[in-house]
């Protein structure tokens, strides 16, 4: 404290700090991204272990022995499924009926913004069944879900034939506390997202769907199930939810505990765990599976139909079966005795899950990165946004130079207009305002005139919008103000530096990955973007680091990490789908993540465009 408080000491410090600006500023964006990198190396990180007492020790004997029987049931499910054309309601309802449920429907209906690109569809009506296992032993007020969707084809079948099997072994069972709740959902995420809305008696979306007639007690927790296939290879654990929200870890240690105890092969973002961590390929594999979990919890968008819980406080996972060319084969019967004890587990809850963490990143499932080893890794690149800062602080309260005969040059002396600051600001947001609200008006509008299709219509059009706020910031300054001054865009970066220092820190804090991603590319701009460097070279590195860059990059990226290279033809479609994908999973289900880039992230950055052609 004497050395803040000491004013001599305070200004001595400010100098070092101003005069090893640039220095500093580059040692702490290469110790951010070490720091990151370090991460995935084992010994940094920490085993998983079960901290909730209720669910400490995995002495359950499951007993399941019904697989045989759960295949059966999923065929004829198919069947059904084929010959009704979609969900077959009136056969699920007898089948869960005749297990002893009480079971009820929910219709509902979306017409959507525009045409969903992957399955061509604009009206999506259906159906969704659920049966209710009452609990024998309590009263009655909290529950489990167990789900499956009903996908097109031959997608999953065997899940609901599982959980069919699961409902009726569950109902000879007297030991149950919690009421279970068997969910079939039509159309994924969207036959989710009616049902939770119906159950908790709200509608943020602007669906229409049918009052629930009945209900159990109040949700504790909830797992999706997707099996395609008679012989699953290994069970695949999906945890990223909406806006990059993740469940409890005590869900996933529950999960990793009772595959190594009925030897089930597991996998985290479809990679298998290695013990050779001190190796070259076992830590590049470790990275490969912590930056997968980066970029899908980046994305905002929900990974299963779990991630839809999520937002309703209840934690909730996605297990998926895999079938691949390993040796490894496990059978339906001992997937269903791991879900009997996840489910006998979760029966002896006292309370929500909360002891253990909800933010970390994940290597592999027995080792977990918590917020409080990668944090430090974001504030070294934040730190940065900072310095410039105060560097650019110093040179504005400065005293202005003076020249050989004492005189002090009138251009530093004059202090910037309000409208050369203001006027850049309120253009970019104004630009940003239009890139999130023109896409879907103007679909209509493009289909007449171009040849395009809706969702063409709107991906098209966003990046229309993208491209032309590039000409819009300096022009509209240099029309209204005349010449800018020297003073005026230091004091435009100082606003925008500290703009973007506040908006990283708040995305980090609710999605560390999509800010930790925004900070490696907005940061360099923003650190040393000025009029005075070279204009061309400057602009190029600026559209390479800019949000849309970005996301072509993070495609391609994408794809690497899963093993799966494309061209960039197929990659270029990728990622118009992508677009489309984000401003539907905005509309549709709430993601934040396009309107946080189209009105406060692509804004930001064109201060900096203008900062760098500022006259």
Not at 283 to 304: D, F, I, N
Not at 415 to 443: C, E, K
Not at 476 to 483: A, D, P
């Amino acid at each position: 404290m004497g050395l803040l408080s000491d004013p001599n000491r305070r200004r001595a410090l400010i100098s070092l700090l101003t005069r090893l600006n640039a220095p500093i500023c580059v040692v702490c964006y290469m110790a951010g991204v070490a720091w990151f990198m370090g991460l995935a190396f084992e010994p940094f990180t920490l085993r998983t272990y079960m901290s909730e007492n209720a669910m400490g020790s995995t002495m359950v004997e499951e007993r399941f022995p019904a697989g045989e029987r759960a295949l059966t049931t999923g065929r004829e499910f198919a069947a059904h499924k084929k010959k009704a054309g979609g969900m077959p309601v009136d056969w699920l309802v007898k089948t869960m009926q005749s297990h002893g449920l009480e079971v009820f429907t929910q219709r509902f209906s979306r017409t959507l913004p525009f045409p969903d690109e992957n399955k061509e569809r604009y009206m999506v009506k259906g159906t969704n069944v659920y049966g209710i296992l009452r609990a024998p032993r309590a009263s009655r007020t909290e529950a489990l879900v167990l789900s499956a969707p009903c996908t097109p084809g031959d997608n999953n079948n065997q899940a609901v034939g599982l959980l069919l099997g699961l409902a009726q072994y569950f109902r000879s069972q007297v030991f149950w506390a919690k009421d279970i709740i068997f969910l079939v959902n039509e159309h994924d995420l969207i036959g989710m997202q009616a049902w939770l809305e119906g159950y908790h008696h709200t509608n943020t979306t602007g669906m229409d769907w049918s009052p629930l007639q009945g209900r159990g007690g109040s949700i504790q927790a909830a797992l999706s199930l997707e099996l395609s296939s008679d012989v699953i290879t290994s069970l695949d654990l999906v945890l990223e939810g909406l806006n990059g929200q993740l469940p409890n870890l005590d869900l996933v240690n529950l999960f990793y505990a009772f595959c190594q105890k009925i030897g089930v092969l597991c996998t985290t973002q479809g990679k298998l765990q290695r013990n050779d961590w001190d190796s070259v390929s076992g830590y590049s594999h470790a990275v490969q599976t912590m930056m997968l979990m980066v970029m899908k919890q980046a994305s905002g968008r929900s990974w299963g139909d779990h991630g839809l819980f999520l937002r309703y406080h209840i934690e909730a996972a996605t297990i998926k079966g895999i079938n691949s060319f390993r040796p490894y084969k496990t059978d339906i019967t001992t997937i269903g005795r791991l879900m009997e004890g996840m489910y006998r587990k979760l029966n002896n809850l006292l309370e929500r899950l909360h002891q253990s963490y909800f933010f970390y990143l994940m290597p592999s499932l027995s080792h977990f990165v918590s917020i409080g080893y990668y944090m430090p890794a974001f504030g070294l690149l934040a730190v940065i946004l900072l310095l410039r800062a105060l560097d650019l602080w110093v040179q504005l309260t400065a005293p202005p130079p003076r020249t050989e005969d004492g005189v002090v040059d009138p251009e530093q002396m004059s202090s910037p207009g309000v409208l050369s600051v203001l006027t850049p600001l309120v253009i970019s947001h104004l630009t940003g305002v239009a890139l999130y609200t023109l896409p879907i008006r103007f679909q209509e509008m493009a289909v007449e005139h171009f040849p395009v299709s809706e969702t063409e219509a709107v991906v098209l059009t966003a990046i229309a919008v993208y491209t032309a706020g590039l000409a819009l910031p300096h022009n509209t300054n240099r029309l209204l103000s005349g010449g800018g001054t020297e003073q005026g865009w230091k004091v435009l970066k100082l606003v925008a530096v500290l703009y973007l220092a506040v908006l990283l820190g708040c995305t980090a804090l609710i999605n560390f990955s999509l800010g930790f991603i925004l900070a490696i590319t907005l940061v360099p701009v923003a650190a040393f973007v000025t009029p005075h460097v070279p204009k061309f070279l400057s602009a190029f590195v600026m559209i390479i680091l800019s949000p849309a860059c970005t996301l072509l990059f993070s495609v391609f990226f994408f794809q690497e990490l899963q093993e799966m290279p494309i061209s960039f033809l197929d990659g270029w479609m990728l990622y118009l789908s992508v677009i489309s994908q984000g401003i539907l999973d905005h509309c549709l289900y709430g993601s934040l993540v396009y309107p946080l880039i189209a009105l406060l992230v692509y804004p930001c950055w064109l201060i900096f465009w203008n900062i760098l052609f500022w006259k």
